[in-house]
């Protein structure tokens, strides 16, 4: 075990926004010998998230940032190759927090889940299958509350949640209209995810496109973005709208504090509910999630798209690829063949 040679990306120094490739570096290092109750896990993929901005952002917000010196924090897909676990033998396919580097030694314990849907991809148990999926499963269903022909309105509705919470509204009998940046992702929206409409934000009539998108008024909006894109949606909303709060990618940081109007008129008016959440708090819900999201995979009713970057070296960029919108569907890296 101590030959293989483990390629790690360290958070190298502390971004004041979005991290950049030149705030990590990449370093080699032995692998551990396994200590009992420990694995060594090969990772295969790694998951590039817009919310590592915040992972490595200097004040904590619902987790610790990542000390500088440290393997960057990722969610990661692989294979247990030496374990000195009882319940875990080699061979397994398993997702956990792996952080991105070849390997990771872990206790058992750690592993998040085994991966045993062996008909489906390993790359979608970080995607549809993972915390993408069940993200949108459980923001769009248990705090959204779509009613058949409502209308859902979703941001970032090419990427990974977005393209997802589209079409579980869509399965649930939903109107779906996708706000999106560029001509191919507004177009993505339409004819692969299924959004019955789709806007791109970034063309000068945004607000007259969305307004004609959504005449019938928003009844749920998904909102993965704030900022502008959510100002304009909130002129729209229906009376009792339910808005979920599941990202901020627009808003650049909370120093200085994003400016904008106010929402407390719309939300009183329309006797509306904004409800913000983090997935975390409810890994209780996973499961379920995902035998929906698997059952809707394989009846070929859910679609989803993946990037992948091959190799480590792409990892200290990956994060602020995303802040420029280069990615179509889930990022991720690949180490290694699945
Ligand atoms: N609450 C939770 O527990 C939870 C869990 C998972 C994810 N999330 C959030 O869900 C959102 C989507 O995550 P994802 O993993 O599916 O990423 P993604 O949508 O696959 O990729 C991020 C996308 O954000 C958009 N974006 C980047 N900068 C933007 C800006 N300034 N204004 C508007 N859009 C911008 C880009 O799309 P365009 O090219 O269309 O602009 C980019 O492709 C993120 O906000 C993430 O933090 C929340």
Sequence with gaps: MSQRVNRQVLLASRPPGIPQAEHFEIVTSPVP??????????????????AMRGWVAAVA?????????????SFAAGRIEASRDPALPVGTKVTGLFGWQDYAVVQ???????????????STSL???????????????????????ETVVVSTAAGAVGSCVGQIARIHGCRTVGIAGGPDKRALCVERFGFDA??????????????KACEGGVDVYYDNTAGAISDAVMAHLN?????????????????????????????LVKRARMQGFVIFD?????????????????????????????????????????????????????????
């Design 33 to 50: 010998e396994l200590q009992p109750g420990e694995v060594l896990v090969r990772n295969i993929y790694l998951s590039v998230e817009p």
């Design 61 to 73: 917000n619902y987790s610790e940032p990542v000390a500088i010196g440290a393997v960057m924090r």
């Design 282 to 338: 409810h890994a209780d819900r996973y499961p379920a999630a995902r035998r929906d999201l698997a059952q809707w995979l394989r009846e070929g009713k859910l679609v989803y798209l993946e990037e992948v970057l091959d190799g480590i070296a792409h990892a200290p960029d990956a994060v602020a690829g995303l802040y420029r919108g280069e990615n179509l569907g889930k990022r991720l890296i690949r180490l290694t063949d699945d």
């Design 198 to 211: 789709a806007v791109d934000y970034k063309t000068d009539d945004f607000a007259e496109q969305l307004a």
């Design 239 to 267: 009376v009792g709208a339910r808005i979920v709060v599941c990202g901020t990618a627009s808003v650049a940081s909370w120093n200085p504090a994003p400016q904008g109007p106010r929402v407390e008129r719309h939300l």
């Design 108 to 122: 058992g314990t750690a592993i998040e889940r085994r991966v045993e849907e062996d008909d489906l991809p390993l």
């Design 127 to 149: 995607g549809v299958m993972g915390i993408n999926g069940v993200t949108a499963h459980f923001g769009l269903l248990e705090l959204g509350q779509p009613k058949a022909g």
